[in-house]
């Protein structure tokens, strides 16, 4: 089945260690998205690619930056990680249209910073 | 500024009982709309979306979803709730005036009792 797969599923860190998440997508999609989820809220974008081109949001840290590749795969590099990075990342695609696609979500990956 | 709002943080109903699950968003554009599905620990599932004609929509696992233009609002239901739709939903919005990008409400947690 066409599907979105993150890993790990589960990363704990230590304060200030870098840490990468990764995406992989086997839809063929043209856009990817980087959320980051805290407990009880919705997910909140961080950035996404439109193929390779790179759109930042205006209120992510710098201390959060991301790779592509190549179509497949995506990269959520946590620079110096603080305990308020602790979240959920999720990881979506799209294709075609962009946005107004229907977003497809990755299971996730939990991120423990101690 | 757009914003999405899910008026009940929790909601608990009886299994085999009706589910309305309420969205009420503000968008000076023509929305697109979308209800996700996330339990715990998992991403986030599609249920339904609407983009334009029919504004009763029907999704997977027997949700519906009707857009009301009128009172800017996207209320999910089903006539009969399982057990296993325990879980956090979300609706969110997007539009093209916007860059496309989805605005996720705050979630609703629904507790299924038997």
């Known amino acids: 089945d066409a599907m979105v797969i993150q890993n790990p599923r589960y990363q704990v860190t230590q304060f200030g260690k870098p840490v990468t998440l990764s995406c992989s997508q086997t839809l063929n999609h043209n856009v990817m998205y980087w959320y980051q989820q805290k407990s009880s809220q919705a997910p909140k974008l961080l950035f996404h690619y439109y193929d390779k081109d790179f759109n930042n949001e205006a209120d992510t840290p710098d201390n959060f930056q991301s790779r592509r590749p190549n179509t497949s795969f995506c990269f959520l590099d946590i620079r110096s990680p603080g305990l308020g990075d602790a979240a959920m990342y999720l990881c979506a695609t799209s294709g075609g249209q962009g946005h107004t696609d229907t977003q497809y979500f990755g299971p996730g990956t939990r991120l423990t910073v101690l | 500024a757009q914003s999405v709002t899910q008026p009940d943080i929790h909601i608990t109903v009886s299994e085999g009982a009706s589910l309305e699950l309420r969205c009420n968003y503000s968008?000076?554009?023509?929305?697109?709309l979308f209800w996700y599905v996330q339990s715990p620990g998992q991403g986030l599932q599609l249920l339904l979306k609407y983009f334009s004609g029919d504004t009763l929509v029907q999704g997977i696992k027997g949700f519906e979803a009707e857009f009301k233009r009128s009172q800017s609002s996207f209320n999910l239901r089903k006539p009969s709730v399982h057990w296993s739709d325990a879980a956090e939903y979300f609706c969110?919005?997007?539009?093209?005036?916007?860059?496309?990008?989805?605005?996720f409400g705050a979630g609703t947690i629904l507790r299924v009792k038997s």
């Open positions: 968008y000076g554009a023509t929305p697109y």
């Open positions: 969110a919005v997007g539009a093209r005036e916007y860059g496309n990008k989805l605005v």
